[in-house]
């Protein structure tokens, strides 16, 4: 997922623990809703061991999108564009690794938050990476998977322009007799449906990683040359999404032993079975060659390693920092406790405690991404004029 909206349709095994519960006739849960508790940032976790100079680069990146807007202008959650502007300048003065004085510029101009779903504090985060694909510009025997452009009939709808009560939802179709339809599904459009239009970007070699770099929402593509071609969303066909790893658990796996490494094994062990897994998935996500730094968040800048993560933004406002505190099976503290900047969203990424984290590119990133399954908690980090605004006791 990466690009608006999605970078998106990033690994989800999950949803595991809620398939669980609908098999085992549990009580359907309240609708998903943010509450805020207001904190102090001795009681972030690890806050103190943290460097958060790191983080403070990746502000000011989303600082430069905030800003263009007038100071009037509701951000939401984030308050307005004016509470925004003494926090990034104060970033901006910040000396660069300095973490005493990064520490010393979040405790003063910020106020954490713990978020919680409900009464619920613990969320699930993951982690997704920029996928790397050896591709052609032209096809042959060896690369003979393309990746799609976005085809010209395809139509993107915003439900909240027409429904307040949907605010957040989106679906994707065709016009077809003056009425919006359902697009191909990715069976169809991998038997064809789409061939012959001139929409090829690349030719990759492998159908899985060409499955996989959907599910992560970007990647960089290797061509014969050694030239790299960086490819991004640009749409999907409005066909729901549907975790391939929730339908093995389905099917009797065990929901702890899914991560993506088990996934690729278990497709490439069980030959047209794991064909036909992965076509469970009926969402197809279309690519565009990004240019420059990458991958590009949804939030419209290049997105960094180990800082920059992708949420929920009908709950979390783009550009907010948060901090989190989750296991991680890679730290080898078993925790990972780190502050991080929503500039991405995705999806699959829903509710109030929820975040997909962005681990960059190459071998060490995929593995880190695929293992990232952990249970936990999170900060957010309001301005403090917004926070201010916040109602009494919160």
Same mark, same amino acid.
């Given at each position: ?290 240019? *420059?730094? !990458?991958?590009?968040? $949804?939030?419209?800048?290049? %997105?960094?390693? =180990? +800082?920059?993560? @992708? ?48 681990? *960059?590119? !190459?071998?060490?990133? $995929?593995?880190?991404?695929? %293992?990232?399954? =952990? +249970?936990?908690? @999170? ?16």
């Amino acid at each position: 997922m990466i690009g608006p909206p999605v970078i998106g349709w990033r690994f989800l095994l999950l949803g595991l623990v809620a398939g669980a519960l609908a098999a085992c006739g549990a009580p359907k849960p309240p609708p998903d809703k943010l509450v805020l508790t207001r904190a102090g940032f001795g009681e972030l976790p690890g806050w103190a061991q943290d460097d958060p100079s790191a983080a403070l680069p990746v502000l000011l990146k989303s600082c430069a999108v905030l800003l263009k807007g007038t100071d009037d202008q509701a951000l939401g959650l984030a308050g307005q564009v004016g509470d925004w502007r003494a926090p990034c300048a104060d970033a901006a003065q910040v000396t660069p690794g300095d973490q005493a004085a990064a520490r010393a510029f979040f405790e003063r101009d910020f106020v954490p938050f713990r978020a919680a779903n409900n009464d619920k504090t613990e969320g699930l985060f993951t982690g997704y990476y920029e996928a790397e694909l050896h591709g052609s510009l032209t096809h042959d025997d060896r690369f003979s998977v393309p990746l799609y452009r976005r085809p010209a009939d395809l139509v993107s709808v915003d439900l909240g322009q027409f429904r307040p009560s949907l605010k957040g939802e989106r679906i994707a179709g065709r016009v077809a007799g003056g009425k919006l339809v359902p697009y191909a599904t990715r069976t169809q459009i991998e038997a064809g449906a789409l061939a012959g239009k001139g929409l090829e970007l690349a030719w990759v070699d492998n159908s899985v990683d060409a499955f996989f770099l959907a599910v992560q929402g970007s990647g960089r593509v290797i061509l014969p040359d050694g030239q790299v071609m960086r490819v991004g969303y640009d749409g999907e066909n409005g066909q729901p999404y549907v975790a391939i790893g929730r339908v093995l658990a389905q099917q009797g796996v065990p929901a702890d032993q899914i991560t993506m490494p088990f996934l690729r094994q278990w497709i490439a062990d069980h030959g047209t079975d794991g064909t036909a897994l992965m076509d469970k998935n009926p969402s197809y996500i279309f690519f565009r060659e990004l240019k *420059g730094d !990458g991958p590009m968040g $949804a939030q419209g800048v290049a %997105l960094t390693p =180990g +800082r920059s993560a @992708a949420v929920d933004r009908s709950f979390v406002p783009l550009g907010l920092p948060f901090w989190i505190d989750t296991t991680d099976p890679v730290e080898s503290s078993g925790r990972l406790q780190r502050l991080f900047v929503a500039q991405d969203v995705g999806g699959a990424i829903r509710g109030p405690v929820r975040a997909d984290l962005f681990f *960059g590119y !190459g071998a060490e990133a $995929a593995n880190h991404a695929g %293992l990232m399954k =952990g +249970r936990g908690s @999170a900060w957010l980090m309001l301005p403090t004029a917004a926070a201010a605004r916040q109602a009494p006791g919160v």
